[in-house]
């Protein structure tokens, strides 16, 4: 059944294009086997504190907050008269070249400054080569292949699963048996075929039509020359056509460039025209507020939050000694949950009101947030639970807050209006990596001002019960949802 699927998914979009969406997508995933080694060269490598680890996590994800502009420079600015090939070979090329040079080079590898540029890099090119393939199945599925539409979302879905899983389970194994720097240059192999998986990609040229060529007009006037001789002169005759053909010749040159010059100038304002129209078309329909309060509270839900991730991190390594194999494994139930509850989702909620959905996932997260701080507490130890049973329990977080990202999307896909889809949820998108930033930078902050170290970490415990606190605050948010807003596309 799964081979007759791919078959005829392959029969509609080509097995080059199918190829390179579920690689990406796969990526995506995967990423995690290399962040991973990060996480442990800021830790073990670099030293740095729990919240300046956290805090220049949140500068190198920032670009995933601006894909809009991703969005509109590459629809309204082609490359070569092209829209999307190009902008993904930038893309890739920039998601690339920092992981060699980070692999090949312990000087950069070991500044603070030169690690947090590259990998700042580094998610620039993988959050345009997410935009651009996201176009990029948005428009495969139009017209006759719409009825694809689910099947070619459901195989990006698994392959970024898949990825995760493996990347994960990896991720923990290499660090027990690799270098970082190795790690680093293994997964340059990645977006390395994806850049040449886009060779074999077609697009159709977008190029504004030429303005009509003029030398043919004056060329004509060649044809007059010898009626307006006489034939009793012969040498002035000739005389008179070389310098006819010359005039002719330096007119049509110069006839040319002026052409050349017009396109050029009208391109350039019909890409300005364009950007300006994108931009005010996000602009008009971001201001309704059908659009705008929901997307405020998806905002808020995360600004609200401060995210200590970074510092539980640290905990469980420097504290419990938890080795990176068992903690890479651990986030591989966040995977499986996610999956778990996409099912659920789609069997058994998808008539639930979303604002009832998105309070149980916050309270789903405050019971998860609990687990961390029996576990700091120490009360587990005293009911004889191990460490290692509190862990995997908080690993389910990461499928929680996947969990409510789905209603988002789905909210988002009927909330967006009819001709700027792509561009709008893209800035939906933004708005959601904005406040996860914001919430990253709020865990940063909060741990500096607790004066979590990396060798003292006493009043952790005061930090996740802030955090315990913040994650009801959205729950008060819920009114900015549309009352009678569910899963069922509308």
């Known amino acids: 059944m799964t081979i007759r699927w791919l078959r005829r998914m392959g029969g509609a ?15 995506q995933g995967f990423r995690s086997f290399v ?29 995933w907050s601006i894909k809009p502009v991703y969005g509109i420079l590459s629809d309204c600015i082609p490359i070569n008269g092209c829209k999307r090939k190009p902008y993904l070979v930038i893309a890739t090329v920039l998601s690339l070249l920092p992981w060699p040079v980070l692999g090949l080079t312990s000087s950069l590898r070991n500044s603070h400054n030169f690690l947090t540029a590259l990998l700042t890099v580094q998610n620039l090119g993988s959050a345009m080569a997410d935009v651009v393939i996201d176009a990029m199945v948005a428009e495969a599925v139009r017209s006759e292949r719409a009825e694809f539409a689910g099947d070619l979302q459901s195989l990006s879905w698994l392959m970024m699963a898949v990825g995760g899983i493996c990347g994960n389970l990896l991720g923990g194994y290499a660090l027990s048996s690799l270098r970082i720097n190795a790690i680093f240059l293994l997964f340059s192999v990645l977006p390395s ?3 040449l998986s886009c060779a074999f990609i077609k697009e159709v040229s977008s190029e504004i039509p030429d303005i009509k060529d003029l030398k043919n007009s004056h060329g004509r006037e060649n044809l007059c020359i010898s009626s307006e001789t006489s034939l009793v002169d012969a040498s002035k005759s000739e005389t008179l056509r070389r310098r006819k053909n010359e005039h002719n010749h330096d007119k049509n040159k110069l006839t040319y460039n002026e052409d050349e010059d017009l396109k050029e100038q009208e391109s350039l304002v019909s890409c300005y025209q364009s950007i300006r129209s994108a931009i005010s078309s996000l602009c008009r ?5 059908l659009i705008l309060r929901p997307m405020a509270w998806f905002f808020f839900s995360h600004v609200t939050v401060p995210n200590l991730s970074t510092v539980m991190f640290y905990y469980q390594t420097e504290v419990l000694h938890l080795g990176a194999s068992f903690l890479g494994a651990s986030r591989v139930i966040g995977w499986f949950g996610l999956m778990i509850g996409t099912y659920i989702y789609n069997q058994h909620l998808k008539r639930m009101k979303l604002r009832k959905i998105l309070m149980l996932a916050h309270i789903g997260l405050g019971a998860v947030n609990l687990l961390d701080i029996v576990l700091v507490s120490g009360l587990n130890t005293r009911l004889s639970i191990p460490d290692k049973y509190m862990v995997l329990g908080s690993a389910v977080s990461d499928a929680i807050n996947q969990f409510k990202f789905m209603p988002f999307l789905i909210l988002s896909g009927q909330l967006c209006p009819p001709g700027i889809e792509g561009t709008l949820f893209a800035l939906f998108m933004s708005i959601n990596n904005l406040g996860s930033s914001v919430g990253s930078f709020y865990g940063a902050a909060l741990a500096s001002l607790l004066d ?7 009043n952790l415990l005061y930090g996740l019960l802030i955090q315990l606190f913040s994650t009801f605050i959205p729950i008060g948010l819920l009114f900015l949802i549309p009352k009678e807003a569910t899963g069922l596309a509308s």
């Open 452 to 458: 979590v170290s990396y060798s003292s970490f006493h």
């Open 193 to 195: 075929i994806q850049l």
């Open 35 to 63: 962040w991973t080694a990060v996480s442990y060269q800021l830790k073990d490598v670099l030293k740095l504190s729990p919240s300046a680890s956290q805090f220049m996590f949140s500068i190198a994800f920032f670009p």
């Open 13 to 27: 979009f080509g097995a080059s294009f199918l190829w390179l969406v579920s690689l990406i997508y796969f990526t």
């Open 285 to 289: 329909a971001f201001k309704k507020p």
